[in-house]
């Protein structure tokens, strides 16, 4: 079995460089398909969240894995419902029993709401100092966002967890997070399959053959490259398999200059910078107009770079 690197935290801790992502696995029978398949396969990083709403899937399934719990890695983010001090502390206590765990390994705030962030922070503070997360960070943070953190964060996160991939490099981001000591989680490191529009794109093309690779891979192996935490997901046990397999060559100091060429600043997911929850919208009927609308123009706008 493949010997998974670490990616050594802020807080000293060693996270495994790969893990499961589970965005939008909602069936069981199709979660514990992936999840045993994972296991197998050598994965013992899991990637969920309140929003995911498969908690209680995954704990569950490490629970008859066999797997004892320090042999697993398993992360959690707060969903923006569950903001504020209070909330996030109780909603924390209920993802505990989903999970059948005493403790998380890693704990996110899921995303940037503005005008709940420093309470959000604090409950997560004080988890942390109670041992109930080990490693405590956050996700879709910016630049500016992880600034302002040290007006008010007595522990800073270990980790940023961000979309990012070969066509959304975001180097600055990158920068700040290294000079932080900051270690940036990549999640939708294929870019939600926008790799098949590009697998006819001679740069991946050849970089791929070159190493009897598929392009997917290519685009893991590069994140590996950069020393990025990567959360492919897949409920497919053959491109889970596919997935894992990137340890096994480097790209070269040309292949990586050539992968460099492609950054389209395509974004797949929300970008933090311009969505309605970074200025705090409340999850009501209008907020919830406002994101579908976000979210339609979101779309309208990935085809348009794609046909670039």
Same mark, same amino acid.
């Given at each position: 079995?493949? /010997?998974?690197?670490?990616?050594k935290l802020?807080?000293?801790r060693e996270?495994p460089q790969?893990g499961?992502g589970?965005w939008?696995v909602?069936?069981?029978?199709e979660?514990?398909?992936?999840?045993d398949a994972a296991?197998?396969?050598?994965?013992? $990083?899991?990637?969920s969240a309140?929003a995911?709403d *498969?908690?209680q899937?995954l704990?569950a399934?490490?629970q008859?894995?066999?797997?004892?719990r320090?042999?697993?890695?398993?992360?959690?983010?707060?969903?923006i419902a569950n903001?504020? $001090?209070d909330k996030?502390?109780?909603?924390?206590d209920?993802?505990?029993?989903?999970?059948q765990?005493e403790y998380?390994d890693?704990?996110?705030?899921?995303?940037?709401? /503005?005008?709940? &962030?420093?309470?959000?922070? /604090?409950?997560?503070?004080?988890i942390?100092?109670?041992?109930?997360? /080990?490693s405590?960070?956050v996700s *879709?943070y910016?630049?500016d966002?992880l600034?302002?953190?040290?007006?008010?964060?007595?522990t800073?996160?270990?980790?940023n967890?961000v979309?990012?991939? +070969?066509?959304?490099?975001?180097p600055?981001?990158?920068?700040?997070?290294?000079?932080n *000591?900051i270690? +940036?989680e990549a999640?939708?490191?294929l870019a939600?399959?926008?790799?098949i529009?590009f @697998?006819d794109?001679?740069?991946?093309k050849?970089i791929?053959g070159?190493?009897?690779?598929?392009?997917? @891979?290519?685009?893991?192996?590069w994140?590996?490259?950069?020393?990025l935490?990567?959360l492919?997901?897949?409920?497919?046990?053959?491109?889970i398999r596919?997935n894992f397999?990137?340890?096994d060559?480097s790209?070269?100091?040309?292949?990586m200059?050539q &992968?460099?060429? &492609?950054?389209?600043?395509?974004r797949t997911c929300?970008?933090?910078?311009?969505?309605?929850?970074?200025?705090?919208v409340?999850l009501?009927?209008k907020?919830?107009?406002?994101?579908?609308?976000?979210?339609?123009?979101?779309?309208?706008?990935i085809?348009?770079?794609l046909?670039?």
């Amino acid at each position: 079995m493949t /010997k998974v690197p670490t990616i050594k935290l802020n807080d000293d801790r060693e996270i495994p460089q790969i893990g499961l992502g589970l965005w939008m696995v909602k069936d069981k029978a199709e979660f514990d398909r992936a999840f045993d398949a994972a296991v197998e396969t050598g994965y013992r $990083h899991f990637d969920s969240a309140q929003a995911y709403d *498969n908690e209680q899937f995954l704990g569950a399934a490490w629970q008859k894995s066999g797997l004892k719990r320090d042999e697993i890695w398993l992360t959690t983010k707060i969903n923006i419902a569950n903001f504020g $001090h209070d909330k996030t502390l109780k909603s924390f206590d209920e993802s505990l029993k989903k999970l059948q765990t005493e403790y998380v390994d890693l704990l996110l705030l899921h995303f940037p709401m /503005k005008n709940k &962030l420093r309470d959000s922070w /604090k409950a997560l503070e004080e988890i942390h100092a109670a041992g109930k997360a /080990k490693s405590i960070g956050v996700s *879709n943070y910016t630049i500016d966002q992880l600034r302002d953190m040290k007006t008010y964060a007595k522990t800073m996160p270990a980790v940023n967890q961000v979309e990012l991939h +070969v066509f959304l490099q975001q180097p600055e981001l990158l920068q700040y997070c290294k000079e932080n *000591n900051i270690a +940036v989680e990549a999640y939708s490191p294929l870019a939600h399959g926008a790799v098949i529009a590009f @697998q006819d794109n001679d740069v991946m093309k050849n970089i791929a053959g070159k190493y009897s690779k598929t392009p997917a @891979q290519i685009m893991l192996r590069w994140c590996v490259e950069k020393d990025l935490i990567i959360l492919p997901k897949s409920v497919t046990p053959s491109r889970i398999r596919e997935n894992f397999d990137v340890f096994d060559f480097s790209l070269d100091k040309d292949d990586m200059a050539q &992968l460099a060429e &492609l950054d389209k600043n395509l974004r797949t997911c929300w970008d933090p910078t311009t969505s309605p929850m970074s200025d705090g919208v409340k999850l009501s009927l209008k907020g919830a107009t406002e994101l579908a609308k976000f979210g339609a123009q979101h779309v309208r706008d990935i085809k348009k770079v794609l046909k670039k």
